[in-house]
């Protein structure tokens, strides 16, 4: 559990050398009390939870990796070579045996996506505990201590990391960048996971010898194998050089096993062929737009972090989670400004936006409560405004909207859904409510509201709209109009749809479906290509066209089906 006590005996530093400037931190024993931990195990519980269960897997990525661990659970594919339609899998192979074992597991008792999804809301989980013990083990360096009073009264080191910890936690939560990425069955999720280890690993190394050691031969192996061996290197390389500069002698003597870690990494990536190079410049606008959304709010403190520790930026404290934060920064403006590649900057960015906490003001924790007071709770009452138009048509326009953007939805009532949003609202009124009244100078207080805020927006989507949500971002609405055109279990070719489409045609309708020319049965009567609207795609003398589909969501897009000349109608 995060945080549930502190590391056993921690073991006595070698003072650093003398530093040239005081710490920036002021912070009172009051204010390093710690947040309650039944508290932040029902805010983690309450963002993990919600979005695993009553939904089909979502478009694109999500339902892509998820038809991979499939067909590798079925025997459908091999192990070490994955395809789908003829196409093979892009990422590494981690991630798709992870899920696949939790189907084989798991696939008489649950439904496959839902087994599918449990490991990866466990590696969720463990993402945000593993961001709170490398926080809790950086704050705990002399470096990253607070100014000692003159009478005494400055709280003592393990009390005050904790406290830390706890905001790191609670900015990762905060991050919105992390929402939806952090709830899919995609590989990323498996390196986030390899990356906040290696952020742990890096942070306990004077302090863990054995669970540090372990944990950076697991890190950069991991990240490796779900796709990102460059970036291990990448990862790794800081870590050397953020080792070797150390003033500790433990972290100085890490460095053989970042190596080590290094070295199977690219080993591993070589013997199953995981190096890719797709180097591309991203639009400089929209990739400043994408850092500015999605790592809200965690970027705002961490630049205030950066500038207020500004003299101790190579201290262990600062300068494992800026380096590690840059690495995944730089990669996402090498692949074109990719959302994916930035997702590993949340756990060491939370853990650089912690470190501002001891630096704000009581004004700028005041203005930051009530923006988010006022955000959040204007956000959640649309969504039950709009929940409530769904379901009675009252207020009409919502309503209409509703009809407008998902044609052929019909709402389903839920007692189950309606009851946690309500607690989930409830729980918000008194987190408000608790906030104002109580704990005015811990130090956690800046992040306790947004966090709770996304939690509760979050809950309220997963469970008031998601019926809504999962016709819209889900292919069964699609697969179930092709259907119409095309028997089960047919073959199938394809032009022109991604690997998330044909994983649906697959998962969803049945079919036996063939994207690449070279294994298409010599009999294979049926063809579906994408297509625009107004642009009837032109397969041939050979194809009847027979009917054209699209999802509710999409206004442009359409599936085009054709069926082979001279081919009888289904019945």
């Excluded at 028997?487 to 049945?510: D, F, K, N």
């Excluded at 009999?523 to 589909?549: D, I, K, N, S």
């Amino acid at each position: 559990m995060i945080g549930v006590a502190a590391p056993p005996s921690v073991p006595a530093l070698p003072p650093p050398p003398h530093l040239n400037r005081p710490s920036p931190a002021l912070v009172t024993e009051r204010a390093a009390q710690r947040l309650p931990r039944l508290a932040l195990l029902l805010f983690c519980a309450a963002y993990v939870l919600p979005g695993l269960f009553g939904r089909d897997p979502w478009r694109n990525a999500d339902i892509a990796a998820f038809g991979f661990m499939q067909r590798i659970a079925t025997g459908a594919t091999g192990l070490l070579s994955p395809a789908m339609g003829g196409l093979g899998a892009e990422d590494g192979l981690f991630p798709y045996w992870l899920g696949a074992l939790f189907i084989r597991l798991l696939g008489g008792l649950l439904d496959p996506a839902l087994a599918a999804r449990l490991p990866f809301a466990l590696l969720l989980a463990g993402v945000l505990m593993l961001t709170w013990y490398a926080c809790y083990h950086l704050a705990r360096t002399d470096a990253a201590q607070p100014v000692a009073f003159a009478f005494g009264g400055e709280p003592a080191p393990a009390d005050y990391a904790r406290a830390v910890a706890d905001g790191s936690v609670l900015a990762l939560i905060a991050t919105l960048g992390l929402l939806q990425l952090g709830h899919e069955t995609t590989p990323e999720l498996l390196q986030l996971f390899g990356t906040a280890m290696f952020l742990y690993a890096l942070a306990a190394s004077p302090f863990r010898g054995g669970k540090s050691r372990v944990a950076v031969l697991l890190a950069l192996p991991l990240l490796a194998g779900s796709g990102a061996p460059a970036i291990a290197q990448a990862l790794g390389a800081v870590g050397l050089i953020v080792c070797l500069r150390s003033s500790y002698t433990p972290a100085q003597r890490f460095v053989p096993w970042v190596l080590a870690a290094m070295v199977l990494a690219a080993l591993l990536a070589t013997v199953v062929d995981l190096w890719r190079w797709q180097l591309a410049a991203p639009e400089a606008r929209r990739f400043v737009r994408l850092l500015l959304w999605f790592i809200w709010p965690a970027w705002v403190l961490a630049v205030w972090t950066l500038w207020r520790w500004r003299h101790h930026l190579l201290q262990r404290h600062i300068a494992v989670p800026w380096t590690l934060a840059a690495v995944a920064i730089v990669s996402s403006a090498l692949s074109g400004g990719s959302d994916r590649a930035l997702l590993l900057a949340l756990p060491p960015l939370a853990v650089l936006a912690a470190f501002a906490l001891p630096t704000l003001r009581r004004s700028v924790a005041s203005a930051v409560d009530w923006f988010s007071v006022f955000f959040f709770s204007v956000c959640a009452l649309a969504i039950w405004v709009i929940y409530l138009a769904m379901q009675t048509g009252v207020p009409a326009k919502p309503a209409a909207n509703v009809a407008r953007l998902l044609p052929g939805f019909e709402p389903s009532f839920s007692v189950l859904a309606l009851l946690l949003a309500a607690l989930g609202t409830l729980a918000w009124l008194a987190l408000v409510g608790w906030r104002a009244g109580r704990h005015r100078e811990a130090l956690w207080r800046s992040l306790v509201l947004p966090a709770g805020g996304v939690a509760l927006c979050w809950l309220l989507l997963m469970t008031l709209w998601l019926p809504a949500l999962d016709y819209a971002r889900s292919y069964r609405a699609l697969v179930e109009r092709l259907a119409a055109h095309v028997p089960s279990g047919a073959c199938v070719q394809t032009r022109g749809l991604s690997l998330g489409q044909i994983a649906a045609l697959e998962y969803h309708g049945g079919w036996q479906v063939h994207a690449g020319s070279s294994a298409v049965p010599e009999h294979c009567p049926y063809l579906m290509v994408l297509g625009r609207a107004g642009r009837v795609p032109q397969p041939g003398e050979r194809w009847t066209l027979v009917g054209r589909e699209r999802r509710p969501a999409e206004r442009n897009e359409f599936t085009y089906v054709f069926r082979r000349a001279g081919e009888a109608a289904p019945r």
